[in-house]
């Protein structure tokens, strides 16, 4: 396969300090584009661009945007945008940052990683393989690999790992040679109003796959179905550790260095993966091994002053909260403390009472208000994070669960708070992981 060249072309990344932007721009940049981008803030993925030779520009505005560069946008990019607005005006070409991975993903073999939970995870650790067994993978993934230090690149090796979002729909424009399915649950409710249209969604995502891997229990036709105990491909003798675990498979003995029974599957999925790229099992359970996890998936944060631990988890629907925090439970802390910013003003109105059921898993609970996102509050009145606070305190049996908006509040409290043995976990898709920052000392244990 000849290697591509987009050379010639001037893309601006409108919001290009997110993980998926920020990959894009890379991947686009090593191809020989010339490229651009603004943000509303700075990130470690600014950081990152900077350090690639892109200079993201602070703020929306039309100056920003080059002549004669088409504009690349993601689903968050509101529609007054003054940057896509003028762009517009111009005839300029915009498409959707799905469009142009899916560019990418015609020019290797490709697969394509789905699902409503563990698909960061899931990619991240199928692209970790292929690159420590020397295939010299591309990949774009939703979270950094703490290993490699970035979440995009373009290797020289056939295959592609991408993560594909069915949030907005967008992940049906990907040409997916293998297309795995981690999960299948209703959580984006402004897209699919029944799961029955989620799961119609995730049909047609596998429907032109060569090969179709899925979670055993996701209800989908597959060539290759995983699960724990269960399913083609299955792990047995499962042991589950302090940040990690332990299991057999076909006969090969897989140890991981992430915790949680949820990251057993995500790391099944990904073996099955790498097989269909010629990786046999035997030579991908020790490249696993060393995998160190994703961005924001489980990460350690270092410590408070008084000796809490501090690790932050993007969790933003409650399987996730859950399995989170009962990979937590694993570290025996003498306290497990669970600080959630929920996400999106309809996700938070749709689960809130599922959301405090996970919750009460912890045994203590801060609840932060909503991050909105792309949503307003007006359109959702009654809305808010005191919605979950509150049905964590129904099921949380008299533990103690606050209610605290503003991150300075729950940073002071917490402060107070936490002590010596205490294990908090900062959840949440938002900016939550900035409160992670603050308290902690920086340095991972």
Known sequence: MTEPSFAGRRL???????????GLALVARTLGAEVSGSDRAESS???????????PTLGHSAVNLPDGAELIVSTAIAEDNPELVRGREEGRRVLHRADLLAELTKLKRSIAISGTHGKTT?????AHVLLRCGREPAYLVGGELRAAR????WGAGEWLVAEADESDRSFLKLHREVAVVTSVELDHHATYRSPRQLHAAFAEFTAPAQTTIAWVRAGLDAAVTYGVGEGGLRAQDVELLPLGSRFTVDGVRVRLR????????????????????GVALGEAAP??????????????RGATAAGARIFDDYAHHPTEVRATLEAARTLEPRRLVACFQPHLYSRTRELAREFGRALALADLVVVLDVYPA?????????????????????AACGRPVWWLPGMDEAERMLRERLREGDVLLTMGAGDVDRLAERLGDGAAA
């Open 258 to 277: 992430v915790p949680g029974e949820h990251n057993v599957l995500n790391a099944l999925a990904a073996l099955a993966a790498c097989r269909e790229a």
């Open 122 to 126: 899931t990619a991240a650790m199928a």
């Open 374 to 394: 792309r949503e307003r509050a007006e359109d959702h009145p009654g809305v808010s994070g005191l919605t979950v606070a509150r049905t964590a305190a129904d």
């Open 12 to 22: 601006h990344f409108v919001g290009i300090g997110g993980a998926g932007m920020s």
């Open 287 to 300: 490249a696993l091994e060393d995998f160190a996890g994703a961005a924001r998936r489980f990460e350690e």
């Open 45 to 55: 993925y600014t950081d990152r661009l900077r350090a690639a030779g892109i200079e």
């Open 150 to 153: 970035t979440n995009a690149a």
